[in-house]
T-cell receptor
């Protein structure tokens, strides 16, 4: 069964204090790893897709990286508006769960001014 | 705004009742997914439809059913509701079936009393 574990559960940063969120996964045949941002009471907002180990993607203060067993979301010089829950999800190849995303429990990020 | 719409935004109903949640995918997207988000379980995949046909199934209860119509909108029907069905229900869509990023709607918050 596909499994995704995110750490830490919660992270408090000061504005400008860079850090990383971790996503460890176990999946048979990874086809894609996805990062989403979710604000309270809202739907997840798509951030990145990573397909193969060694791949990196950037968007403003966020950078996502992928290895064979985990992914990191690096946040550089965060601002209070970066406060949200960050979700990691994996998609396995083929079978009966073709389009299914398996999500981790998320990391709640709070950035203090 | 992801382009995915869901109605209603909030729904309060009693145990034993039946409700229907509606989702319209982004323009051009053929695949629709339903997810349930509760505090203890996180985001859980329920079911996927692609161009009107069921494509993948998660741990969806027998009391729950879904369909996708010719205009590509989808409905999730929940019957014999129990207190434990209270959750946020999200619809997501993607351009095709398989390994594509999914864009989530704003969700329907269901409260069963």
């Amino acid at each position: 069964e596909d499994q995704v574990t995110q750490s830490p559960e919660a992270l408090r940063l000061q504005e400008g204090e860079s850090s990383s969120l971790n996503c460890s996964y176990t999946v048979s045949g990874l086809r894609g790893l996805f990062w989403y941002r979710q604000d309270p009471g809202k739907g997840p907002e798509f951030l990145f897709t990573l397909y193969s180990a060694g791949e990196e993607k950037e968007k403003e203060r966020l950078k996502a990286t992928l290895t064979k067993k985990e992914s990191f979301l690096h946040i550089t010089a965060p601002k209070p508006e970066d406060s949200a829950t960050y979700l990691c999800a994996v998609q396995a190849g083929g079978g009966t769960s073709y389009g299914k995303l398996t999500f981790g429990q998320g990391t709640i990020l709070t950035v203090h001014p | 705004d992801s382009g995915v719409t869901q109605t209603p935004k909030h729904l309060i109903t009693a145990t034993g009742q039946r409700v229907t949640l509606r989702c319209s995918p982004r323009s051009g997207d053929l695949s629709v997914y339903w997810y349930q988000q509760s505090l203890d379980q996180g985001l859980q995949f329920l079911i996927q439809y692609y161009n009107g046909e069921e494509r993948a199934k998660g741990n969806i209860l027998e009391r729950f059913s879904a369909q996708q119509f010719p205009d590509l909108h989808s409905e999730l029907n929940l019957s014999s509701l129990e207190l434990g069905d209270s959750a946020l229900y999200f619809c997501a869509s993607s351009v095709d079936s398989g390994f594509y990023e999914q864009y989530f709607g704003p969700g329907t918050r269901l409260t069963v009393t």
